[in-house]
């Protein structure tokens, strides 16, 4: 039985991973912005069989709000020993690259908030000599491209921090998981074309739990998307320059 904090948790991916070990019976902490739907999924958590729901309303823009997050999830869990970092915002390319503050502000959502939650609940997990972190990157960090290079550029923070966090808790018994899904159907791309290389939260969340309990370092959900992106970032430079990617 796992105490999860879930941050983000009303987003498709996340609430897909809660629906899963609330199943299992694992104690839940869930937070997110939007209050109305948060207290539907916990009214829907409870009913699924969750040991334990716990709540609170949360803008992870807030950063000096996030040590008392994780105090609060300690404390209504009984203890921490999982962290899912799955907030963030799909950024408008277009607006990123005329509005610098708001690009500024999409880097601090999907990137900078991040790693201030990371860092936090890394100290407290090599304290007790244990515990999981499982942050949502993605793909798109792999490489910079002409379509989402501001929203890939804050990813790529989330996976390099990750990596250089795994290496040095991995030996304080302490797990960094990078999970990089591709193209997901969730509400934040319900507006987006979507075709055959596009996955359920529900495929993806199989992958997010499977990963969190065997212990794995880098997945890639669905598992195809690491052999596209490997072929992607080895395009040579002066090729890919000239590409509509």
Not at 16 to 32: N, V, Y
Not at 234 to 243: A, D, N, R
């Given at each position: 039985m796992r105490k999860i904090l879930i941050v983000g948790a009303t987003s498709g991916m996340a609430e897909?991973?809660?629906?899963?070990?609330?199943?299992?019976?694992?104690?839940?902490?869930?937070?997110?912005r939007n209050r109305s739907q948060l207290q539907s999924v916990c009214?829907?958590?409870?009913?699924?069989?969750?040991?334990?729901?716990g709540q609170q309303v949360f803008d992870a823009n807030?950063?000096?709000?996030?040590a008392a997050l994780l105090a609060e999830a300690t404390q209504v869990l009984g203890g921490l020993d999982t962290v899912?970092?799955?907030?963030?915002?799909?950024?408008?390319?277009?607006?990123?690259?005329?509005?610098?503050?708001?690009?500024?502000?999409e880097i601090q959502t999907n990137g900078t908030s991040v790693v201030s939650l990371m860092t936090l609940a890394?100290?407290?997990?090599?304290q007790q000599g244990r515990?999981?972190?499982?942050?949502?990157?993605?793909?798109?960090?792999?490489?910079g491209r002409q379509s989402n290079y501001v929203y890939g550029s804050a990813k790529a923070l989330v996976s390099a921090f990750a990596s250089g966090m795994r290496q040095r808790l991995a030996k304080q018994g302490v797990h960094v998981i990078t999970i990089k899904p591709g193209f997901v159907s969730t509400p934040m791309t319900a507006h987006l074309k979507q075709g055959a290389l596009w996955a359920k939260p529900e495929q993806v969340a199989k992958d997010i739990?499977?990963?969190?309990?065997?212990?794995?370092?880098?997945?890639?959900?669905?598992?195809?998307?690491?052999?596209?992106?490997?072929?992607?970032?080895?395009?040579?430079?002066?090729?890919?320059?000239?590409?509509k990617l």
């Open positions: 897909a991973c809660a629906r899963l070990w609330a199943q299992r019976g694992d104690h839940l902490f869930l937070a997110a009214d829907d958590l409870r009913t699924r069989g969750a040991g334990r729901v807030d950063l000096a709000a996030h899912l970092i799955a907030h963030g915002t799909l950024t408008d390319q277009e607006r990123a690259q005329q509005d610098v503050a708001y690009a500024l502000q890394g100290e407290q997990f090599a515990g999981a972190i499982a942050v949502i990157s993605s793909v798109a960090g792999d490489r739990a499977r990963a969190i309990d065997q212990g794995q370092r880098v997945v890639y959900t669905p598992g195809f998307w690491r052999w596209i992106m490997l072929i992607i970032k080895h395009i040579p430079e002066f090729v890919f320059v000239k590409l």
